[in-house]
Each structure stands twice: as C-alpha cells, then as structure tokens.
Antibody
Framework: EVQLVESGGGLVKPGGSLRLSCAAS????????MNWVRQAPGKGLEWVAS????????YYADSVKGRFTISRDNAKSSLYLQMNSPRAEDTAVYYC??????????????WGQGTLVTVSS | IQLTQSPSSLSASVGDRVTITCRAS??????LAWYQQKSGKAPKLLIY???TLQSGVPSRFSGSGSGTDFSLTISSLQPEDFATYYC?????????FGQGTKVEIK
C-alpha cells in the first residue's frame, strides 16, 4: 500500500527556517517524481515544487523560488522541503504528492495527509 | 497556463446531474486531471488524461475535453460527493490548479 506521511510542520517566525519531510512507503521511491502542494486556510490548491526521481530536474513556483529548496534521499525514501525566510503568506497545509503515470499520462495519484505550517511572530 | 473553473460554487440535490467546467489559457492537449477534496482531507484523484477514470472511482464521475475546454460531470449526485473539485494541468510547469468548485447540498 502506497503511503506518504508528512512531518515537520509547526509555528515558525517570519525570516526563520523550517524543514518539512515526507516519508514514502509501498512503492519504489526512486522511480517516481515527487511534488509539494500547499493550501492556505480557506483557499485553493497551489503547486509549490517538483523533483525528478533521480533529482535530474527541479522546478519551483515563482512564489517560493529562491527561498524554498526541494530535495530527496532515495536511500531513505524521503522527500524534503527546506523553507527559508518564510513569510506570513506561506502559512498553509503542505502536502507531498506522487507524480503517477499510466501509459505516459501523468497525474498526482497519491497524497499525504498534510502538515500545517504557520508563519507568525 | 491559467485554469479557470466555473462555477465557483453550486448547490444541488441528491440525484442531480452536475457539470463543472475548466478552461485553460492555452492548449494542453488532454493533460488535465480532476481531484475531489473533502473538508480537512487531502485531495483525491478522480480523473486523469481528461477522461480516464482512476481505479476505484465510481462510474458516475466522467470527464471530457481536450485542448482548452474540459468538463467534469457527476451523473447522479450522491451524499458523499459534496466536496470541492479542482482541475489541474500537467502539460507544463508550473503545474497549475483551477480555483476550485464547491458542490453544496441544496
């Protein structure tokens, strides 16, 4: 059974730092690209970042570029999001999601339960 | 690529046929997925490749479209279908989502 479990959320001060983790199980982690998606309170879904299976590619939303860093450790089946200099507008539930593929069609097929990040002084 | 969903919300009764549309600002072939999100829960994949039903999803859900215009239809709304629905394009980065459509009980 595929499972994604996020951790590391909490209260962080503006300008501080926080690292989110996503522990994966039930599939060959290195075979899949992974993603972070966030949802501010009462708002819609916002894609944050993506990383290829061997970290061969990395993409960021403009809203986090230069402040957040996505990374992975395939030996540990883990995905990370390093959040530096967070702002109040980064307050959200952060989900990790697997990029599934079926016959070359891509989709976010498995999601974690999310971890809440609150940026406040 | 921007995705515009309509309506933003709707009220419907159990048994109603419901259609949600998603328009892309440029052509994305059939590289569109639909997700359902219930309050306090993670999104759940319903449809990918614009019209392919994800395994385990009830057949009352269907998707159609290609290029710039897409739709999600629920043929007979059930109590468990009251939720917010999002479209997402996987044609290019950034992987944008529509703003969501909240389906409420009339």
């Amino acid at each position: 059974e595929v499972q994604l479990v996020e951790s590391g959320g909490g209260l962080v001060k503006p300008g501080g730092s926080l690292r989110l983790s996503c522990a994966a199980s039930g599939f060959i982690f290195s075979d899949y690209s992974m993603n972070w998606v966030r949802q501010a309170p009462g708002k819609g879904l916002e894609w944050v970042a993506s990383i290829g299976g061997s970290s061969t590619y990395i993409y960021y939303a403009d809203s986090v570029k230069g402040r957040f860093t996505i990374s992975r450790d395939n030996a540990k089946s883990s995905l990370y999001l390093q959040m530096n200099s967070p702002r109040a507008e980064d307050t959200a539930v952060y989900y990790c999601a697997r990029l599934g593929y079926t016959s070359s069609w891509y989709h976010f097929d498995y999601w974690g339960q999310g971890t809440l990040v609150t940026v406040s002084s | 690529i921007q995705l515009t969903q309509s309506p933003s919300s709707l009220s419907a009764s159990v048994g109603d046929r419901v259609t949600i549309t998603c328009r892309a600002s440029q052509g994305i072939r059939s590289e569109l997925a639909w997700y359902q999100q219930k309050s306090g829960k993670a999104p759940k994949l319903l449809i990918y490749a614009a019209s392919t039903l994800q395994s385990g999803v009830p057949s009352r859900f269907s998707g159609s479209g290609s290029g710039t215009d897409f739709s999600l239809t629920i043929s007979s709304l059930q109590p468990e279908d009251f939720a917010t629905y999002y479209c997402q394009q996987v044609n290019s980065y950034p992987r944008t989502f529509g703003q969501g459509t909240k389906v409420e009980i009339k």
